[in-house]
């Protein structure tokens, strides 16, 4: 079953419990009535094949996401701490005051051992719990039922539910959803071809971090990331001998990142490696004292669950992550639990960054969802109001290697700078209030070949919106770093306060498009608001 555009919407039925007459001896337990998960539909079942019912003693892991509490509430705190009435929370706060209460946790966990599932974890946050069973046990736990999926057009096998997971209906009001019965399509790295004559003076011929620097302007932040932590959101590995030798190649003062392995880390080979170690030296160029953490999963709907929830849990400042999924491909499900951290991390005041995608207005082109791929779409999680998307641009420099120009990205054979208008989320406030969420927010360098990398082995160049969205983590770094020395605090959610300068502090870029949108000055759905402005931005922030 898969959702049309019109009705990717949420809806839990209610419903009656079963009683049995009293004074009649019951037989057996009585069979509870089951409220279906409608937002937890697998999309594009519709162009798989079913080859078969998923073996019943086969094992399957989940994440069951809890709604979050007096949402009003917290609506109104996120608005007053953007405009600065209102402190940030701890992680503890949030919990107490927004999450579910540990007796809805407990009736969520009674009912998923009573099916006989091992309940793995729960998030500090109580807003997910991890279970695992065997196909039979989730089938009956969820009444549904997992079957094995083939896809021609992505060329891929997947597990997916094939009929709409349901829960009883005395815990639709308690649980948003399940995550881990869809695996049709996975999130993929933003990450361009490589195109275009060499344009910097580094050994793979892009830009080297001193020219990124002095493009932007940081020389003039004083920082360099020291007493600052940034996380990494990641699916891969990565090689330190790698890292050492773009450090050791531009005298980077950096440390080895601490890796945080989530749900047993990502067992996926070397298949994500460029990605990862492209991310790293990204945010060494930029930051190079800043204490790097990557956190890293397996490339699973539920363990992108755990993985949020650990990074709040932790409180970093700030994340990048430079994966993502057009919106068409994502269940309600997923980006409702996103969209729940999310909103627990702009309250801690930490700040998130996603690219836009690498496939201008059409971002479903870049998953190979081919009955979308004409359609406009928009890339997730950086569509979420409460992570800042990061778009892409074609950067120029002058021969004293400061910047000279940037357009918009699009280099041909469908490579742009991804942006336009969310299906799912509503424009917020400080966007207009009125219609559906736009993006991207700001924009970087993102060309294909504008970064010069080492990565497996081998000096090259590199781009996309997945490098301009740790250049800008990295750069928000500093602006916390400078915050620090002023006695501030940090930037926290950066989209209200950016929007309310209006343009003012950054690069606008005003030339070219993305494949459907026009850049022009101010913001558009090209380029977002610009590029970094170096200290003049900072100042802005933090006046």
Known sequence: MALSRRTMVAILTAGSLSLVSVGVPALAQPTPAFSP?????????????????????????VAVSLKLRNQSELDRLLADQAAGRAKYLTPQQFRDRFGPTQADVNRVTDYLRSRGLKVTGV????????ATGTADQLNAAFNTSLARWHDAGLGRDFTAADSTPKVPTTLSAVVSGVTGLDEHYVPQRRTAEVSGPKVGSGPGGGYTPSELRSAYGLAGLEADGSGQTLALFEYGKFDQANIDTFDHQYNLPTSPPVVKNIDGGNTDGDSAQAEVELDIEVAHAIAPKADLVVYTAPN????????????????????????????YDRSLASMQAVDAV??????????????????????CERDANT?????????????????????????TLNT??????????????????????????????????????????????????EYSVYIQGAWGRNGGTSAASPLWAAYLTLINQRAGVLGKLRIGQLNPKLYALAGAAVNDVTVGDNRFYQAGAGFDMASGWGTPNGITLCDALLG
């Open 37 to 61: 998960l409608v937002a937890s539909v697998v999309p594009g079942l519709d162009r798989a094949v079913r080859t078969g019912s998923l073996p019943g003693s086969q094992s399957v892991s």
């Open 123 to 130: 998030s500090a946050n109580r807003l997910a719990v991890d």
């Open 300 to 327: 699973t709907t539920s363990a992108e669950v755990d993985m949020w929830n650990a990074l709040v849990a932790d409180n970093v400042p700030v994340v990048s992550s430079s994966w993502g999924l057009c919106e």
């Open 342 to 363: 999310a909103k627990q991390a702009a309250a801690q005041g930490m700040t998130f960054f996603a690219p836009s995608g690498d496939a201008g207005a059409y971002d």
């Open 371 to 395: 009955q979308h791929a004409g359609d406009l779409a928009v890339d997730f999680p950086g569509s979420n109001p409460y992570v800042t998307s990061v778009g892409g641009t074609k950067l």
């Open 400 to 449: 004293d290697g400061t910047r000279a120009s940037e357009t918009t990205w699009n280099q041909g054979g469908g490579w742009a700078g991804g942006g336009g208008q969310s299906m799912v989320f509503d424009k917020p406030l400080w966007q207009g209030g009125d219609g559906k969420r736009q993006v991207p927010d700001v924009s970087a360098a993102a060309s294909g070949g």
